[in-house]
């Protein structure tokens, strides 16, 4: 119903910058939540932030002033625009999308590697 297509993954040295982009299709209401999760190896899932169509963000603590999330709506795309990475922020990134209407389910992206490295 909805298919996330993510794009921008790669291989970056420290202090380096990448835009990670999600193109969303399908059953999307006007009123949604888009962000990004992010999963090293050895380790759970966590958020990196979310963004809402109304324009509103939640960023993990480990990112903020580093990363920002923007949407462009009429192109149903969220952004990660990532600077001054470290080798920490080394994991593979999924998109996630969910309508913001009780009872919506959650879809996700096919994951992009992010690796930060010298």
């Known amino acids: 119903q909805v298919q996330l297509v993510e794009s921008g993954g790669g291989l970056v040295q420290p202090g380096g910058s990448l835009r990670l982009s999600c193109a969303a299709s399908?059953?999307?209401?006007?009123?949604?939540?888009m962000g990004w999760y992010r999963q090293a190896p050895g380790k759970q899932r966590e958020l990196v932030a979310t963004m809402s169509s109304g324009g509103g963000t939640n960023y993990a603590d480990s990112v903020k002033g580093r990363f920002t999330i923007f949407r462009d709506n009429a192109k149903n795309t969220v952004y990660l625009q990532m600077n001054s990475l470290a080798l920490e922020d080394t994991a593979i990134y999924y998109c996630?999308?969910?309508?913001?209407?009780?009872?919506?389910?959650?879809?996700w992206g096919q994951g992009t590697q992010v690796t930060v490295s010298s």
């Open positions: 996630n999308f969910r309508n913001s209407l009780s009872g919506s389910q959650t879809y």
């Open positions: 399908g059953s999307i209401f006007r009123m949604n939540l």
